[in-house]
């Protein structure tokens, strides 16, 4: 995935109030742009931080640029989570997952009974259902989500599981946009109920699988694989 503009650097001053941020730009303005994530954004978002921010082609939008990415340790971290599944859809074109092949059709944004899940692939005999999560927290060189208590996360493990025993496949992909770790695993000290309920899921036939995006102000692609513990040492 290529941007279709030149991002803009600032420096971040704030990220408050869950979907705003605060930025300074190289000129000194100030100026508050949407953060669209929903997570806790745990480690990216220091105040300080480098950061890369978009402008949105909708004029009429009240705060017209988008972060997009913040500076860590010397590398760029992807926090803008409405691309997160853009970037697993051309991964899953690219045959990054060859798993949950073959596949000849993707369905998104597929409601289940009791929630809505991000894609559902097809190939005429056999379907998949996918949930989609995006990673942005790395402790020690490990990759680890959530960054926050997740209710609805759990709530979609529950419902892959049941979409499992009903004979259909499913599969969780986390997508991890930042470098320098070598493989995820589940944030137990964060939301222990989510790890428990990670590895059991995958005990009883859910696929879990990540993949590390490349990150940069001109484009991100995700298309290495990572080794995923659903316990940790395991």
Excluded at 84 to 101: D, I
Excluded at 164 to 192: K, M, T, W
Excluded at 213 to 227: H, N
Aim: neutral net charge; charged residues 25%; contains cysteine.
């Amino acid at each position: 995935m290529l941007f279709n503009q030149t991002l803009q650097p600032a420096i971040l001053l704030r990220r408050y109030q869950r979907f705003l941020a605060d930025v300074e730009l190289p000129n000194g303005e100030a100026l508050t742009v949407h953060c669209p994530n929903t997570g806790s954004m745990l480690g990216c978002s220091a105040p300080g931080s480098p950061v890369m921010i978009s402008r949105a082609a909708n004029p009429e939008r009240k705060y017209p640029h988008t972060l997009e990415m913040v500076e860590v340790d010397g590398g760029w971290v992807g926090v803008n989570t409405s691309r997160t599944n853009k970037l697993v859809r051309e991964a899953l074109e690219n045959g990054v997952f060859p798993e949950l092949e073959p596949f000849d059709e993707i369905r998104a944004e597929v409601k289940t009974g009791r929630s809505r899940l991000d894609f559902l692939l097809g190939n005429g005999r056999e379907m998949t259902y996918l949930e989609v999560k995006n990673c942005t927290l790395s402790q020690d060189g490990v990759a680890r989500f959530p960054d926050a208590v997740t209710a609805r996360g759990t709530k979609h493990l529950r419902e892959l599981l049941t979409l499992r025993e009903q004979g259909y496949r499913a599969a969780l992909i986390f997508c991890v946009q930042l470098g320098n770790v070598s493989h995820f695993a589940p944030a137990a000290q964060i939301d222990p109920l989510y790890a428990a309920t990670l590895a059991e899921v995958a005990d009883k036939g859910v696929m879990i699988l990540a993949c590390r995006a490349e990150v940069s102000p001109a484009g991100i692609v995700a298309d290495k694989r990572l080794p995923v513990l659903c316990r940790d040492g395991q």
